[in-house]
Every structure is written in C-alpha cells, then in structure tokens.
C-alpha cells in the first residue's frame, strides 16, 4: 500500500507538477485512504508474527517503516 501510495504521489507530480490547492484532491485523499488503511494491517502481522519469528517479523516491519517514510517523503519535502 505504501507503494502504491509513493506511485500516486509520484505520477500525480509527473503529470500535474506540484499543484498547491486550498481544498485537497481526489489523488491527496487516496493517498490519506492507503496510509491509514495500512496501519491495522500492519498492527495485526506484528501481533501475530514478533512472538513466532521475532527476527523475520522485525526485517519485514523494517522494509514496511521505510516503505511508509518513502511515501511521506515526497508530501513532506513538496509542502503538498
């Protein structure tokens, strides 16, 4: 999801340019709708899988907290 949501974000930039709009778009709330939408999800693989495979499970939640970093990156440092 965090991918997905990094593509929007970059091939709305790519197509539009950096757009600053008082009311935010259909593409900004999609974004907003896999960010969130990816944290329960997120919650339940943690509880399921640090007691079973401590080390696996960190590697996977790692790659997911950079995955989620890449995402907001371009929105932070884009102000949009």
């Not at 974000?9 to 969130?36: C, K, N, R």
């Not at 696996?56 to 790692?62: M, N, P």
């Amino acid at each position: 999801m965090s991918f997905t949501a990094l593509t929007i974000v970059l091939v709305s930039i790519a197509v539009f340019g950096v757009v600053h709009e008082h009311d935010e778009g259909a593409i900004a709330h999609l974004w907003q709708l896999l960010m969130a939408g990816q944290m329960p999800i997120l919650l339940v693989f943690a509880l399921k899988w640090l007691p079973r495979a401590p080390k696996q499970a960190l590697l996977i939640l790692a790659l997911q907290t950079g995955a989620v970093l890449a995402a907001t990156a371009p929105v932070y440092y884009l102000n949009l």
